[in-house]
């Protein structure tokens, strides 16, 4: 089920589809377009221009054919998709229909809008920190898009992973470093007395 001009005139948004990205499937897609099927661009072109959990707004890459911004946002229950082309807004148009197959494809832009993906995603990199175990992971990560890869990155900047090499540089930074060597025992100096510390 789907209707066009969700919420009111003012809405702005043209298109809800009553589904969400990890419910949606090409075969609602293609029940809500009028023509179903990747354009020639196709949804491997598809890229961000903004892009954060469950919203984001998308273009193509492809320089073939003129591509507008779509506009992606999910809520519990419905996407909600607009496009700026002149298509009529009774359906999906094909731009719209790109970007929701390029979403729902690529795990890059899936994880934004699939919260079990996400998760999964997550725990491996929270596992170095010790959180794998808490229920939202979100709180602690978050994503980062940059050409067409995501890393998980820690939301503070204090958390620090338990691992060798992060314990490496974290005793690099905290040991204070000699900046001139002791003098040799056996060297003779002149102003220098000897002494024993207990402690």
């Known amino acids: ?5 969700p919420d009111s005139a003012d809405s702005p948004f043209d298109f809800r589809l009553e589904a969400t990205i990890p419910t949606l499937t090409d075969t609602v897609l293609a029940r809500h377009s009028r023509d179903f099927g990747p354009s020639v661009g196709g949804y491997n072109d598809i ?14 890459l492809s320089r073939s054919t003129y591509f507008p911004t779509v ?15 002149e298509a009529p ?3 999906l148009c094909s731009h719209q229909v790109d970007v929701l197959t390029s979403i729902m494809r690529r795990r890059e832009l899936r994880l934004f809008f699939d919260p079990a993906q ?9 596992k170095e920190y010790g959180l794998e175990n808490e229920p ?6 978050q994503l980062v898009y940059d050409n067409k890869t995501v890393s998980i990155q820690p939301r503070q900047k204090q958390l620090i992973p338990v691992t060798k090499a992060a314990n490496e540089l974290l005793e690099a930074q905290l040991v204070p470093q000699r900046s001139r060597p002791f003098p040799a025992i056996d060297e003779p100096t002149q102003h220098l007395k000897k002494l024993l510390v207990f402690t």
């Open 71 to 85: 506009v992606v946002k999910q809520t519990d229950e419905n996407l909600l998709v607009s496009c700026s082309c």
């Open 136 to 141: 939202q992971l979100d709180d602690f990560f």
């Open 1 to 5: 089920m789907s209707t066009a001009n």
């Open 118 to 126: 996400r998760q999964e995603a997550i725990k491996h990199v929270a």
């Open 89 to 91: 807004r009774q359906t």
């Open 47 to 60: 890229q961000p221009k903004a892009i954060e959990l469950n919203q984001g707004s998308f273009t193509s």
